[in-house]
């Protein structure tokens, strides 16, 4: 370890002042340094509009009148500039220029920006920021690189890019979608249109107006448009031989049917079914209200949502708002339903194609399907499916007591045995050339049990059942148990697209947690973001 001498005499005190003397020189350079630097900061971090009040790259500074260039230079171009101020100095330079430049393009006018005060600028704020000296010429009519610039800008405005046709809408004699829109484009020579406005400059041609020249750019045939498309997925579930139910879940089916989302287009499937009224056809059928089988108007809708989330999933779309049942449903995979009702909850997803899709849905024999046409989203030889497991079976609720004077005295009768409860993961499985290489949590939910009813007379006497009241001589009928049986899995106190009444919106669950297992060599696909 060196250590500092403590002696402190003639020769430390002569290096302490030629050091107090370079440290004195050091902070004057820099105090200049840092005046000239100023000065360069505020000629060039200003704005000052030209002509038009657009601005280039290198057109944009602020001065001042008080402002001085460099004191030793002499002149420019053979004027003389010592003691001007750098908007003096600009105006002294371009003096003689009249700036009356401007290009058209099929019947529109765009002045140009003055490009010859801008290359005087340029030439300025070089001459300040090297601190410059004596005298020095400069071609001011050399604007090739400012009229690149100004050339883009003009391209920027006229520029038309070629609007290929899309789907415009659902043709329902034929079935099918029809494309229409399609559009040619025009790209601006930039090239050309630069070189003219440089030679305009060079020439001092400087009130004219030039022509700009544009290239037609043809849109892709219909034919190359359409070849893109396909049916991505499609899905099917399996109704009931309720004709009423049937009836609501054929109306969602027509509603949906035909519908275009266009690209980042968030769709909404109660804004596009709309109420669930009997003005509209809908007829009332058995829904879950507070875990009662009860009889609301839309009933069986959900079937119609859920078949088109499995769909829109597995496409590769971004469900942004998706709910489960309460009680599990019987019409999909548990962990796979999407609930709704008026307003909510709703069924939301995003149309993450590059083009507009079409949903096709439609209801025939017992049978409900729903399908996407489009671009896919997915890259090449890329599935994704969905895959349900239960993973708990939960308890058995306590069982709901129900007075029956109909019934022997201290007697009971089951009306109905109730189910138990149930907790299913559900994964988003990816495959790639029908070869599964990732497998990701997407959710996970608990579905509640069924209430167990029991009738019971707990009085001394027997009161014999009234016709049509559902028992008969103290026995429960077959259509009373029948009526407990679950038929949907709708939300605690939610009403199946009943119009007029606000369902009350069960607890969000949170969202799982993502995991995924990367394998060597594999390309990794980020999860689908959901909100349950």
Same mark, same amino acid.
């Given at each position: 370890?060196?250590?500092?001498?403590?002696?402190?005499?003639?020769?430390?005190?002569?290096?302490?002042?030629?050091?107090?003397?370079?440290?004195?020189?050091?902070?004057?350079?820099?105090?200049?340094?840092?005046?000239?630097?100023?000065?360069? %900061? #505020?000629?060039?971090?200003?704005?000052?509009?030209?002509?038009?009040?657009?601005?280039?790259?290198?057109?944009?500074?602020?001065?001042?009148?008080?402002?001085?260039?460099?004191?030793?230079?002499?002149?420019?171009?053979?004027?003389?500039?010592?003691?001007?101020?750098?908007?003096?100095?600009?105006?002294?330079?371009?003096?003689?220029?009249?700036?009356?430049?401007?290009?058209?393009?099929?019947?529109?006018?765009?002045?140009?920006?003055?490009?010859?005060?801008?290359?005087?600028?340029?030439?300025?704020?070089?001459?300040?920021?090297?601190?410059?000296?004596?005298?020095?010429?400069?071609?001011?009519?050399? $604007?090739?690189?400012?009229?690149?610039?100004?050339?883009?800008?003009?391209?920027?405005?006229?520029?038309?890019?070629?609007?290929?046709?899309?789907?415009?809408?659902?043709?329902?004699?034929?079935?099918?979608?029809?494309?229409? #829109?399609?559009?040619?484009?025009?790209? %601006?020579?930039?090239?050309?249109?630069?070189?003219?406005?440089?030679?305009?400059?060079?020439?001092?041609?400087?009130?004219?107006?030039?022509?700009?020249?544009?290239?037609?750019?043809?849109?892709?045939?219909?034919?190359?448009?359409?070849?893109?498309?396909?049916?991505?997925?499609?899905?099917?579930?399996?109704?009931?031989?309720? !004709?009423?139910?049937?009836?609501?879940?054929?109306?969602?089916?027509?509603?949906?049917?035909?519908?275009?989302?266009?690209?980042?287009?968030?769709?909404?499937?109660?804004?596009?079914?709309? /109420?669930?009224?009997?003005?509209?056809?809908?007829? &009332? &059928?058995?829904?879950?209200?507070?875990?009662?089988?009860?009889?609301? $108007?839309?009933?069986?809708?959900?079937?119609?949502?859920?078949?088109?989330?499995?769909?829109?999933?597995?496409?590769? +779309?971004?469900?942004?708002?998706?709910?489960?049942?309460?009680?599990?449903?019987?019409?999909?995979?548990?962990?796979?339903?999407?609930?709704?009702?008026?307003?909510?909850?709703?069924?939301?997803? $995003?149309?993450?194609?590059?083009?507009?899709? #079409?949903?096709?849905?439609?209801?025939?024999?017992?049978?409900?399907?729903?399908?996407?046409?489009?671009? /896919?989203?997915?890259?090449?030889?890329?599935?994704?499916?969905?895959?349900?497991?239960?993973?708990?079976?939960?308890?058995? /609720?306590?069982?709901?007591?129900?007075?029956?004077?109909?019934?022997?005295?201290?007697?009971?009768?089951?009306?109905?045995?109730?189910?138990?409860?149930?907790?299913?993961?559900?994964?988003?499985?990816?495959?790639?050339?029908?070869?599964?290489?990732?497998?990701?949590?997407?959710?996970?939910?608990?579905?509640?049990?069924?209430?167990? $009813?029991?009738?019971?007379?707990?009085?001394?006497?027997?009161?014999? &059942?009234?016709?049509?009241?559902?028992?008969?001589?103290?026995?429960?009928?077959? &259509?009373?148990?029948?009526?407990?049986? !679950?038929?949907?899995? +709708?939300?605690?106190?939610?009403?199946?697209?009943?119009?007029?009444? +606000?369902?009350?919106?069960?607890?969000?669950?949170?969202?799982?947690?993502?995991?995924?297992?990367?394998?060597?060599?594999?390309?990794?696909?980020?999860?689908?973001?959901?909100?349950?």
């Amino acid at each position: 370890m060196v250590k500092k001498s403590a002696y402190n005499g003639p020769r430390n005190s002569r290096i302490k002042r030629q050091r107090a003397r370079r440290r004195k020189k050091m902070m004057i350079r820099a105090g200049a340094a840092a005046l000239c630097l100023a000065a360069v %900061i #505020g000629a060039v971090s200003g704005i000052r509009t030209l002509v038009g009040g657009h601005k280039t790259k290198n057109q944009e500074h602020i001065t001042s009148m008080e402002e001085t260039l460099p004191q030793k230079l002499k002149e420019i171009n053979g004027i003389s500039v010592k003691g001007l101020g750098y908007e003096e100095t600009v105006a002294a330079l371009i003096k003689g220029y009249d700036w009356n430049l401007s290009v058209s393009y099929e019947g529109k006018t765009e002045k140009l920006n003055n490009l010859i005060e801008a290359r005087t600028r340029q030439y300025l704020d070089e001459i300040c920021t090297q601190n410059m000296e004596g005298s020095y010429t400069f071609d001011l009519l050399d $604007v090739s690189e400012l009229a690149k610039e100004e050339a883009g800008r003009l391209a920027g405005i006229w520029d038309q890019k070629p609007e290929n046709s899309t789907l415009d809408h659902y043709d329902a004699a034929s079935g099918k979608f029809v494309f229409c #829109g399609g559009k040619d484009g025009v790209v %601006i020579d930039q090239e050309k249109l630069a070189a003219d406005i440089s030679q305009a400059v060079k020439d001092q041609k400087l009130d004219q107006s030039l022509s700009a020249e544009g290239n037609f750019q043809a849109a892709d045939s219909d034919e190359a448009v359409q070849a893109k498309y396909k049916t991505l997925e499609t899905f099917t579930t399996n109704t009931t031989s309720n !004709p009423k139910r049937n009836t609501n879940v054929r109306l969602a089916a027509e509603a949906l049917n035909g519908t275009i989302v266009q690209p980042g287009e968030e769709f909404s499937f109660n804004q596009v079914i709309g /109420p669930r009224t009997e003005e509209k056809g809908y007829q &009332a &059928a058995a829904a879950y209200n507070s875990g009662e089988v009860v009889q609301e $108007v839309g009933g069986g809708v959900c079937q119609i949502s859920s078949t088109l989330y499995r769909v829109v999933f597995e496409t590769g +779309m971004e469900v942004t708002y998706r709910r489960s049942h309460t009680f599990e449903p019987n019409y999909v995979t548990p962990g796979q339903d999407a609930t709704i009702s008026w307003d909510m909850p709703d069924f939301r997803f $995003v149309n993450t194609s590059e083009g507009a899709i #079409g949903i096709r849905a439609s209801y025939a024999d017992q049978k409900a399907t729903v399908s996407i046409y489009g671009i /896919p989203v997915l890259d090449d030889g890329v599935t994704w499916k969905l895959y349900s497991e239960k993973t708990e079976e939960g308890e058995k /609720p306590e069982p709901q007591y129900v007075e029956d004077p109909t019934l022997a005295p201290g007697t009971e009768k089951v009306k109905s045995n109730g189910t138990t409860g149930s907790t299913w993961v559900t994964y988003k499985v990816i495959y790639k050339d029908g070869v599964e290489i990732d497998r990701v949590k997407d959710h996970e939910k608990i579905y509640k049990g069924h209430t167990p $009813v029991i009738l019971r007379n707990t009085g001394t006497t027997q009161v014999t &059942a009234e016709a049509g009241d559902g028992t008969a001589n103290g026995q429960t009928t077959e &259509a009373a148990v029948t009526a407990a049986i !679950p038929v949907d899995g +709708m939300d605690d106190e939610t009403h199946s697209g009943a119009p007029g009444q +606000m369902a009350r919106c069960p607890r969000v669950e949170p969202r799982a947690a993502q995991r995924s297992v990367k394998q060597p060599g594999q390309r990794r696909y980020r999860p689908q973001r959901q909100r349950q």
